[in-house]
């Protein structure tokens, strides 16, 4: 089906790379400028081993990340340079998901532009020759008809920034402490409504078919040559219409990922540890007046039921060292009758005396249990004091100072504790995302040329009719009739 020679398996890590890399060239784009030269990724069996293959994507998707920032520094450029000396009338449809991303994500910057891969036609010769090549029996070829097509591929930059409340336990008090950070989302799509190629039904089960082979395909091409072949241009050939609802949907689940904690768990840890790094140097725990405020609301609630449960435990270890006071009393009696009578020399029972000393024994460790009781209600008053003065008489600069000074040990231990473990569902227990959403939406749109050109022929003395679909940038040909394997 294809005139382009057999290609080896290519590995899931080779092709995340090579989308990263086109999405670097494409910010290269001039009208037309020296071509610049990128190391063609290889392609290599799959392998084996899916474990190396995993880690192999994740440091990969890292430096697709970092080189798909310079192309959209790069493409910025590209845009403004060229759109001095061209007037940008905007397509419809492209004005249509710009309004639309605005109206759904109203604190996000929406930007769409769209630029154009070079077309190249094929002679009537060429087609003969790549049909004669497919099916050397068929003769007498007549081109009957050529149609171009513009196919968009979109590369979607979403970032965004999200707050998270992640709680640390401080003696009865659950600390909120506040995570701030950034998300982004680098994609290349296909989005395009398929339908308006005008395929059969067998045709466009063809096409499916090949289409992912071609994607593969585009992407090192893109990677290879989008310097030289991107401009902002339009060519003559009808546009595919853009596919808006897959854009939407798309990022709509973005940014349900997003406000989804459970996704932060690597990002949690590093909060966590960046806290112990914080109070091992000193540093504010509190960055600005904003987390501060944040800070006392939430603790407002906990502190009053703090005081509440404080003050019960006072009033319980109270009643119970009354109590004691009375079983002092009784058991004090009770040992000066027995040292009495034996000054009378009235006999006493064993019985009696292990009596005796069983209950003094209970009573001594009553007596230590409502001393501790005693001491812990001391501590919780002075932490409640200290919680107290923290958040409600002191200025930022005094309260981080008067925090670190009181809880940095008791800060750290306890964080060790839960890093020590690292079980996602501790430490997401009472944790919640506070907002989490999109700050830029970016939609680069590429429009890839395509050719469709229909035939009629003989074939064993039969008319036929054909159909090909010349894929540009590939210089690939696929038969959608009559169906050559």
């Known amino acids: 089906m294809s005139e382009s020679p057999k290609e080896k398996p290519q590995s899931l890590s080779s092709y995340v790379s090579l989308v990263k890399k086109i999405e670097e060239v494409l910010n290269q784009v001039p009208e037309k400028a020296e071509t610049i030269e990128i190391e063609e990724e290889t392609l290599e069996p799959q392998h084996t081993d899916s474990i190396k293959e995993e880690d192999s994507i994740a440091e990969e998707v890292v430096e697709v990340e970092k080189q798909t920032l310079q192309l959209e520094e790069r493409i910025t450029e590209v845009a403004d340079k060229e759109t001095k000396d061209i007037k940008v009338v905007k397509l419809p449809d492209l004005v249509k998901i710009e309004e639309e991303l605005e109206i759904l994500y109203p604190g996000a910057k929406v930007q769409v532009t769209d630029f154009y891969y070079d ?19 068929i003769e007498s070829i007549d081109i009957k008809s050529k149609d171009s097509y513009g196919f968009p591929f ?5 970032e965004g920034n999200f707050e998270a409340i992640i709680p640390v336990s401080l003696e009865a008090i659950s600390l909120p402490t506040i995570q701030h950070g950034t998300s982004r989302q680098f994609k ?13 039904s067998s045709e466009q089960e063809i096409w499916n078919q090949s289409f992912n082979r071609f994607q593969i395909k585009l992407t090192q091409l893109l990677n290879k040559d989008a310097r030289s072949n991107l401009s902002k241009k339009p060519h003559k050939m009808k546009l595919i219409n853009l596919d808006t609802v897959l854009i939407k949907e798309f990022i709509s689940e973005y940014h349900k990922k997003m406000k989804n904690l459970h996704n932060y768990q690597n990002d949690i840890l590093l909060h966590l540890k960046k806290l112990i790094e914080i109070v091992e140097k000193r540093e504010n725990v509190w960055k600005n007046e904003d987390d501060f405020t944040k800070t006392k609301g939430i603790l407002k609630k906990q502190l009053v039921d703090f005081e509440e449960k404080q003050k019960k435990i006072n009033r319980d270890a109270q009643v119970e060292f009354f109590k004691l006071k009375k079983t002092q009393r009784h058991l004090d009696a009770r040992t000066k009758k027995f040292k009495l009578n034996e000054k009378r020399n009235k006999k006493i029972t064993r019985e009696e005396k292990e009596v005796l000393i069983r209950d003094v024994r209970k009573f001594q460790r009553r007596k230590a249990n409502i001393q501790k009781e005693i001491d812990h209600v001391k501590k919780l008053d002075e932490t409640l004091r200290e919680w107290i003065e923290i958040l409600t008489t002191m200025e930022l600069k005094q309260a981080n100072a008067r925090f670190l000074e009181v809880f940095s040990e008791e800060l750290s231990t306890n964080i060790n504790d839960m890093l020590e473990h690292e079980n996602l569902e501790e430490l997401l227990e009472g944790s919640f995302m506070e907002k989490a959403d999109f700050s830029d939406i970016t939609l680069h749109i590429l429009y890839i040329p395509t050719l469709i050109y229909t035939f009629k022929a003989k074939q064993a003395n039969q008319k036929t009719e054909g159909k090909i679909l010349y894929l540009a940038p590939a210089q690939e040909t696929i038969f959608l009739q009559p169906p050559v394997v």
């Open 188 to 200: 290349l799509l296909f989005a395009g409504i398929k339908e308006d190629l005008e395929l059969s």
């Open 154 to 158: 979109v590369l979607c930059k979403l």
């Open 119 to 137: 077309k190249d036609e094929l002679s009537d010769d060429e087609i003969k020759r790549r049909v004669i090549s497919k099916i050397p029996s």
